[in-house]
């Protein structure tokens, strides 16, 4: 606390992500992806001359959302890039939530939307998932509000994507307002809404390299929208003077985008090895929620959740628990490698026995 920051500060709760290890581990916690980004990503970072890196890069980031606007089928002026998705999600609370009424989100979903509305002083009204766990698109369709409506799709910690028409419905209703999609986790058995923004001019997608593109450490996002809501966007990066998206990590996004075999590969193996994590954890007694992501969201009607994160933890495997009302019970595991997930079902096979 101190006397110099601003009130929304003192009352912040900064999100935290799940832990970052020093020591070698199984690390199935942040959903991150469990293999190689694509080999022509490797060419570019071996064969990039340092001297370009004395230039700034191109504000517009062109190049990259030419790349993306070609992958989604979208004219350039519909693609906004940015520092991770995280970045471009911060961007659109400031240009399109700020409306002073509430803005409306699933009870359950990314942790970090209500870190952004409090720093951004954006009143959250909350709406329960369905008994099913999935996002209540009646109840967010029903909402009238003057500010808009974000969650994730597939959702999270839950993985549940609701299908492009249930989506539509909502979009037909909601048209006074943003409607922003979170697709970070869409490849993994989901539909992009992308090509819906050429007909809902309220409709932001959000989209990230962090999870099917296999480059979190390469902080690269993008959002797709009509283009008065790229221009939005736009309005608040420049307004901050910033260079969206560094020199390398253009042209390595870019490389991700061209090796659609080496994407497609990926998103296969880690939907089969959830599948068959899925079947295994329900032979030990798990309740599996449905996933189309590239994380299962677990509990064991008789094992304590938070006790089987400390057990797993000390047999070196990290997965993610939440001290989240409704949540305690529940664990979060990130999909990894078959042989990663092997040694995750071994050690949930003496834990629970
Ligand atoms: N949205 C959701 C639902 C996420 O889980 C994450 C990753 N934690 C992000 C957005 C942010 O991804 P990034 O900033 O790496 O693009």
């Known amino acids: 606390m101190s006397q110099f920051w601003s009130p929304a500060l003192h009352e912040l709760t900064p999100y935290v992500p799940g832990e970052q290890p020093t020591e070698q581990v199984i690390k199935l916690n942040t959903n991150e992806n469990p293999y190689a980004p694509a080999p022509g990503v490797g060419r570019v970072l071996r064969d990039y001359a340092a001297s370009h890196l004395r230039l700034y890069p191109d504000p517009d980031s062109v190049a ?58 954006i009143e959250l009204r909350q709406h329960p998932l369905n008994e099913r766990w999935e996002v209540d698109l009646d109840a967010l369709t029903k909402a009238e509000s003057r500010s808009g409506i974000i969650f994730a799709n597939p959702n999270a910690p839950t993985g549940h994507a609701h299908s492009l028409d249930a989506l539509k419905a909502l979009l037909k209703q909601v048209t006074d307002r943003v409607v922003l999609l979170d697709e970070a986790y869409v490849d993994f058995g989901a539909e992009s809404a992308a090509a819906l923004t050429q007909r809902y001019p309220n409709l932001l997608v959000t989209g ?9 450490g390469i902080r690269l996002g993008y959002a797709i929208g009509s283009p008065e809501l790229i221009d939005g966007l736009k309005r608040i990066k420049d307004s901050f003077n910033s260079y969206p998206v560094d020199r390398l990590a253009e042209r390595v996004g870019i490389a991700a985008l061209e090796d659609t075999a080496h994407f497609q590969a990926c998103r296969e193996s880690v939907i089969a090895t959830r599948q068959r994590t899925q079947t295994r954890l329900e032979s030990l007694g798990f309740t599996v929620l449905p996933s189309q992501a590239n994380f299962l969201l677990v509990e064991h009607p008789a094992y304590d959740g938070g006790q089987l994160f400390v057990g797993l933890r000390e047999r070196g495997i990290l997965v993610r628990h939440f001290n989240k009302a409704g949540l305690q019970n529940f664990l979060r595991i990130s999909i990894g490698t078959d042989d990663e997930m092997n040694s995750l079902i071994e050690v949930l096979e003496t834990l629970c026995a």
């Open 64 to 121: 990259l959302r030419q790349a993306l606007a070609a992958t989604y089928g979208v004219p350039v002026s519909s693609v906004f890039a940015g520092n991770g998705s995280d970045e471009i999600l911060a961007f659109a609370f400031q240009a399109f939530f700020r409306h002073g009424a509430p803005l409306d989100v699933p009870e359950l979903t990314y942790s970090f939307y209500p870190v952004y509305a409090k720093l951004y002083d």
């Open 208 to 216: 990230t390299f962090s999870k099917s593109r296999s480059l979190a």
